[in-house]
T-cell receptor, first 114, second 114 residues
């Protein structure tokens, strides 16, 4: 089976930097995804890591360590609109014939304050 | 707008009833996924179809079934509904062939079972 852990809630200040951690235990590994979800809306794709290291995309960066089963999402220059839930998801094995199953963590609710 | 469409947006029904949720994937995407999101359980993967065939299965109840049609749209059928089936149901799609194969989510159908 799979187990994905994220903090339930975090609070940060506008303009600051925040790091959201995700740890996972899986029988196999074929990529880790981060999604952003505003309340009542669809999740939107933020980043993807399959190899160890840092992937940077504008104000968002994501890091992966496969040996430690650990990832983090780094958000810089926080804006009020960044208040949302951030979901960590792991693809365990890339199945043959197009199979692509993601297991999501329960999400980290980020609140950005003035 | 992800390009994935879902209908209806809201659905209110009674216990014991049957409903059908509809999803149209992004143009060109061959894979369709169904997820259930309830307040206490987060985003749960139900099932994936790729080009008309079932490819991966999650914790989908026997009362639930899905299919993908030749035009690639998909339907999720929920029967003998229970109060606990009240949730947001998301459909997502991906091209099924690229390296990342990220999933793009539709706006969701909010199901309320009374």
């Amino acid at each position: 089976g799979q187990n994905i852990d994220q903090p339930t809630e975090m609070t940060a200040t506008e303009g600051a930097i925040v790091q959201i951690n995700c740890t996972y235990q899986t029988s196999g590994f074929n990529g880790l995804f981060w999604y952003q979800q505003h309340a009542g809306e669809a999740p939107t794709f933020l980043s993807y890591n399959v190899l160890d290291g840092l992937e940077e995309k504008g104000r968002f960066s994501s890091f992966l360590s496969r040996s430690k089963g650990y990832s983090y999402l780094l958000l810089k220059e926080l804006q009020m609109k960044d208040s949302a839930s951030y979901l960590c998801a792991v693809r365990d094995v890339r199945l043959t014939g197009g199979g692509n199953k993601l297991t999501f963590g329960t999400g980290t609710q980020l609140k950005v304050e003035l | 707008d992800s390009g994935v469409t879902q209908t209806p947006k809201h659905l209110i029904t009674a216990t014991g009833q049957r409903v059908t949720l509809r999803c149209s994937p992004r143009s060109g995407d061959l894979s369709v996924y169904w997820y259930q999101q309830s307040l206490d359980q987060g985003l749960q993967f139900l099932i994936q179809y790729y080009n008309g065939e079932e490819r991966a299965k999650g914790n989908i109840l026997e009362r639930f079934s899905a299919q993908q049609f030749p035009d690639l749209h998909s339907e999720l059928n929920l029967s003998s509904l229970e109060l606990g089936d009240s949730a947001l149901y998301f459909c997502a799609s991906s091209d099924g062939t690229s390296g990342i194969d990220e999933q793009f989510f539709g706006p969701g159908t909010r199901l309320t079972v009374l």
